[in-house]
Structures are given as C-alpha cells and as structure tokens.
C-alpha cells in the first residue's frame, strides 16, 4: 500500500498570504495524484488532478506541482473561501490512498 | 445537472447489515467508474470500494473486504454498497463519487450519508 504523508497537518496563515502543502508518497506514483478540498460538512472536491491540472472551475490561484514522490499544493494569496482541509490521494496502485490532510485555518 | 444522492445510511448494532444506495443523475452513469469513500467523526478519507462501469471488476479495502460488496443497476443509474457484519470501527459519512472518464479522478462527489454502528 502507498501511504501519503501530508505535511504539514495544520498551517495557520491571514487570508492574501501564500500556502504551500506538501504531500510524500512511500513509493512513486509518477503523476497519479489528485487534491480535494473540503469544508465543514461538506463532500470532498477535486482541486488538482494528475499532479499538476486544474479541476474545472477551480481558479487560477490553486496550481499542483512534483511527480514521482513529492508533490506541492500551493495556493497564491488565501482567499476567505479558502480556510478548510485539503487532501491527496493516489491512483497509481491499489488500494486507492489518501493523505491524512492539512488543515488550513486563519491566522 | 450531475448529481449524486446517497441513501440508507442509519443507526445500525454490530453485526448487523445495511445497504446503501446512490442515485445518479445527469450523465451517463452506465459509462462510469464509480467509488465508495468513508470518513469517519473528525477523520480523514477512506477508500472503500470501486466498481467499474460495466460491474464485471470490484476493488475493496482490505479493511472492508469479505464483508462489504459493491454492485450497481445500470437501468436504474443506482449505485449500491451491501455492508455485512458491521463493526464500531465502520461508523462513517459514506460518500459515493464519480470517476472522470477523461482523467479518472473522483469528480463528482455525493453529499454523504452517515452510518453508526453501536449498540
């Protein structure tokens, strides 16, 4: 199984500021790798898939990038809407993973 | 609009069984992979379980393996997950989600719908 470790689990950053989440895979998973957003009580969303695309309509401040074992989600300048848990997930193997999450909250 | 409603979910005593279904509305649900994902209070995301589009290949969790089976109804856009001998630890939101034909992502989500296994 290829665990995904996100990092770190909680970043505390003002809205306009910058973010960047990190993912490690224990194996490569080349550019298998997908971002998911979700907010309280909400269902997941696909952000990023395959590394480095964006999901339709998800704006342009929201960009992926790495393969093989390191990835990074990086958000340009924090909008309100943008304070929630984000996740990886893997699809180079089964089972289907995902990490265990970063919490983005308000400074 | 694509849409995706989950039902069945409930209070259930280990043990026990419950189905769940997801209605598919809004593309051509005969033509996609679909998933089972659960989250458990104040967890993360858990794959649960994929079907393909046509049924013929089923993919489970090694923590729901054995006890959980994966089916769909073409004729009817449905989506089912047969949950037997259910266990505390299976307490969860259960999501169904929509595989993207064109870059195989879960796309499209349900809302959830919660199953608690306690006595």
């Known amino acids: 199984e290829i665990v995904l470790t996100q990092s770190p689990a909680t970043l505390s950053l003002s809205p306009g500021e910058r973010a960047t989440l990190s993912c490690r895979a224990s194996q490569s998973v080349t550019s298998y790798l997908a971002w998911y957003q979700q907010k309280p009580g909400q269902a997941p969303r696909l952000l990023i898939y395959?590394?480095?695309n964006r999901a339709t309509g998800i704006p342009a401040r929201f960009s992926g990038s790495g393969s093989g074992t390191d990835f990074t989600l990086t958000i340009s300048s924090l909008e309100p809407e943008d304070f929630a848990v984000y996740y990886c997930?893997?699809?180079?193997?089964?089972?289907?993973?995902f990490g265990g999450g970063t919490k983005v909250e308000i400074k | 609009e694509v849409q995706l409603v989950e039902a069945g979910g409930g209070l259930v005593q280990p043990g026990g069984s419950l189905r769940l279904s997801c209605a598919a509305s809004?593309?051509?649900?005969?033509?996609?992979?679909m998933t089972w994902v659960r989250q458990a209070p104040g967890k993360g995301l858990e794959w649960v379980s994929t079907?393909?589009?046509?049924?013929?290949?089923?993919y489970y969790a090694d923590s729901v393996k054995g006890r959980f089976t994966v089916s769909r109804d073409n004729s009817k856009n449905t989506l089912h997950l047969q949950m037997n001998s259910l266990r505390a630890e299976d307490t969860a939101v259960y999501y169904c989600?929509?595989?993207?034909?064109?870059?195989?992502?879960?796309?499209?989500w349900g809302k959830g719908t919660t199953v608690t296994v306690s006595s």
């Open positions: 997930q893997q699809r180079s193997n089964w089972p289907l993973t």
């Open positions: 989600a929509k595989r993207s034909g064109v870059h195989g992502y879960m796309d499209v």
């Open positions: 395959a590394a480095s």
């Open positions: 079907i393909s589009a046509g049924g013929g290949s089923t």
């Open positions: 809004g593309f051509t649900f005969s033509s996609c992979v």
